[in-house]
């Protein structure tokens, strides 16, 4: 059965760029993203790992470990990070999971037979400190992500999990949030300073309380 957000991530040890590592060591109390890519020397997996590379100081900021994984030997990842870095104008600072015999990619469900046999679609994991996992994006190999909706979808699992606000569509840090239905005016008084406005009794918003 596929793993759900609330599931607990499954750990394993597995050969990567930097090592072996065990994965729950690994992360430690960071958050963190495992995302996995079709195929080693392939042009869109080539552009996404550039840009992971390049957007450490965010992800660090975040307290975030990126992972990647792809069902290609460590040998041949370390070749192919030397044509990244050429390519893409950046350094990998992130261990590359060589995942040969597809034991991370089953655990995980990132191969979908019928999208294809052997290689993984475009799995992300975004997993919390406490090994949970928060959110789920599966692409196709024809589509390279964006990051910047992951680190969307961080700042938003970050800031719930210390406010009793959700996030509207599209938002992004510094934008205004919705009060919790489940939080009545009296309660919302104390813990919303900076006042809301009501468009609905359901629907209140409220400035980024962190801001
Ligand atoms: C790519 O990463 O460029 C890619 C991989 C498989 C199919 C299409 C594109």
Redesign the pocket.
């Known amino acids: 059965m596929s793993l759900r957000i609330g599931d607990t991530a499954p750990d394993f040890t597995v050969e990567t760029t930097e090592g072996t590592i065990d994965f729950h060591e690994w992360s430690g109390d960071h958050w963190v993203v495992l995302y996995s ?3 080693d020397f ?5 552009t996404e790992l550039g840009q992971t590379a390049k957007l450490k100081q965010e992800f660090d900021k975040r307290n975030v470990k990126p992972i990647a994984l792809s069902v290609d030997p460590v040998d041949d990842h370390k070749k192919w990070v030397s044509d990244i870095n050429d390519t893409q104008n950046t350094t990998v600072n992130f261990p590359i999971i060589g995942d040969k015999d597809r034991k991370v990619a089953e655990l995980y469900d990132m191969i979908h037979p019928n999208a294809d046999a052997t ?1 993984t679609v475009r799995s992300v994991f975004i997993i919390d400190p406490n090994k949970k996992i928060r959110a789920t994006l599966t692409y196709p ?2 589509t390279g992500r964006n990051f910047g909706e992951i680190l969307r979808v961080i700042d938003s699992l970050q800031l719930t999990d210390h406010h009793k606000v959700a996030t509207p569509v599209d938002w992004v840090e510094g934008q205004d949030c919705v009060i919790l239905p489940s939080i009545s005016n009296e309660d919302a008084e104390k813990q919303f300073p900076k006042g809301w406005k009501e468009l609905r009794p359901y629907l209140r918003m409220t400035p980024q309380p962190d801001k």
């Open positions: 890519h079709p195929a392939t042009p869109v997996c080539t290689a190999a024809s």
